[in-house]
């Protein structure tokens, strides 16, 4: 059983930056994508951003393209989500998650889920 575990949410003024962590229990190299998603109160899961396990192929949503950008560190088990020009909308709890097939924009179909961080972005 992989641990997904998010670190580096909290309370941000509009048009500032945050940094998320998402560190596993063990190598994850057999999990070949890896994402992001928020959920925000009385909304559905929604996919933020997604990577390769190599980190050679990214995805984002149209939401947050220019704003936010994912990375991969393997040596650390650590996954980033650095959020930049920070919006009120983009106030939700954010997730780290991962799966051993191909990318996916599809919550349901990923395996492994961190328990979430707060992230609030005050106007």
């Known amino acids: 059983q992989v641990q997904l575990v998010e670190s580096g949410g909290g309370l941000v003024q509009a048009g500032g930056s945050l940094r998320l962590s998402c560190a596993a229990s063990r190598r994850t190299v057999s999990l070949h994508a890896k994402g992001w998603f928020r959920q925000a109160p009385g909304k559905e899961r929604e996919f933020v951003a997604a990577?390769?396990?190599?980190?050679?192929?990214?995805y984002y949503a149209d939401s947050v393209k220019g704003r936010f950008t994912i990375s991969m560190v393997n040596a650390r088990n650590t996954m980033y989500l650095q959020m930049n020009s920070l919006k009120p909308e983009d106030t939700a709890v954010y997730y780290c998650?991962?799966?051993?097939?191909?990318?996916?924009?599809?919550?349901?179909?990923?395996?492994?889920w961190g328990q979430g961080t707060q992230v609030t972005v005050s106007s």
């Open positions: 998650a991962a799966r051993p097939g191909g990318y996916s924009i599809i919550a349901g179909e990923y395996d492994y």
């Open positions: 990577i390769s396990w190599s980190g050679d192929m990214t």
